[in-house]
């Protein structure tokens, strides 16, 4: 494939003009810190999170929340993480939930020993977050920092999902054009990210990859300078949490994936499993990835060297069970033991490829 010089950028969109009445409604509406008793203006996710998990979710719950009161995206960001990293700095045991007697005496299957999960309470853990969220609004009503106000280049976006045949959308997606000022990156670098989850067998696996692997990939300290490593690294831990949480909720699906990170003119592509993204350059269909499937030769003699086996049933099929060869979760859909350590996302860099990029994922 070509690359070629970068075609200039799109208008800005900075959203400066609404961010001041965009905080004065939402203090409107909400007058007060929530008390204890009040309802929640959001859904806690789930009953409890691991320390690990916090950052993700309570990020996710800030940017749904924001984002349906159609604040803008820069703002949103910014205010979610100035939010989150606030209440990261304050002592959480007080959430700190004791886990069930069962999972306590549940015996570990896995060779590794672990350390012990801290668990804490979702609910009690969500509302101070939105009172922290409210106390940062509050705040800058009266100054709004630089990053909130930032010019922004202005992604067009379009996106589109069906169901098929499935009972529930068992899939997930993710555009975050607001990506440095989520994570409070301060470098140059404008980033962008967008990624498609395909779940399968319950939409967990897939939604907990659509909140975690960019929070992951931004933890990296080698983000700025190796991305590829960085995406990879996310792929890794967000399937080492989520096995951890499936182990704990009995939780039994799975999900292959794939994203874009765009970051300055250069697009970082990752994927696992089948999930597919192609560029579409001047017209033209340009080729980034081959898709990871049981049936391909290499695959096949991957999982084959790993104690493994392929075979076409309905479809290919490894050890007779799994019709994708590589993704996130499967951890009690007779996962083999060999296939714990076989799931590698394969990041490709492609320089400038990014120009003409219009639907995103």
């Avoid at 010089?5 to 007060?32: I, N, R, V, W, Y």
Wanted: hydrophobic content about 40%; some cysteine; glycine content about 6%.
């Amino acid at each position: 494939m070509s690359s070629g010089a970068p075609q200039k950028s799109s208008p800005m969109a900075s959203g400066a003009e609404e961010t001041p009445g965009f905080l004065d409604t939402l203090l409107q509406d909400f007058p007060a810190l929530l008390n204890p008793e009040d309802p929640l203006p959001w859904k806690a996710p789930g009953t409890v999170l691991s320390q690990e998990e916090v950052e993700g979710e309570l990020a996710e719950l800030a940017m749904g929340f924001l984002g349906s009161r159609k604040a803008p995206p820069p703002l949103a960001a910014a205010l979610a993480h100035e939010a989150v990293s606030q209440l990261l700095q304050t002592d959480l045991s007080e959430f700190r939930k004791l886990p069930r007697e069962e999972e306590e005496e549940e015996e570990d299957d896995d060779e590794e020993e672990k350390a012990p999960v801290t668990l804490l309470d979702a609910q009690s853990l969500a509302q101070s977050f939105f009172n922290r969220l409210w106390e940062v609004a509050g705040q800058w009503q009266k100054q709004v920092p630089l990053a909130a106000r930032a010019s922004q280049r202005q992604w067009l976006v379009s996106i589109h999902a069906i169901r098929n045949t499935r009972r529930k959308m068992e899939d997930r997606h993710v555009s975050l054009p607001s990506f440095n000022q989520l994570f409070g990156l301060s470098d140059p670098v404008n980033r962008a990210y967008f990624a498609v989850f395909d779940g399968h067998g319950g939409v967990d696996a897939a939604r907990y990859a659509a909140v975690h692997v960019h929070t992951n990939a931004a933890r990296q300290p080698e983000l700025p300078t190796d991305p590829e490593g960085a995406l990879r690294e996310a792929f890794r831990r967000t399937d080492q949490m989520f096995l951890r949480k499936a182990k704990r909720e009995r939780l039994q699906s799975g999900t292959t994936g794939v994203c874009a990170l765009i970051a300055g003119a250069t697009l970082h592509v990752a994927w696992l499993g089948d999930s597919q993204v192609i560029l579409v350059q001047q017209g033209q269909v340009v080729k980034l990835m081959e898709p990871h499937r049981p049936e391909r030769q290499d695959e096949k003699a991957r999982i084959e060297a790993l104690g493994g086996f392929v075979s076409h049933m309905d479809c290919w099929r490894v050890n007779g069970t799994l019709a994708v060869s590589r993704a996130i979760g499967e951890s009690q859909r007779g996962r083999p033991k060999w296939e714990k350590v076989s799931r590698k996302p394969r990041p490709r860099v492609w320089p400038a490829a990014h120009q003409g990029f219009r639907e995103a994922v």
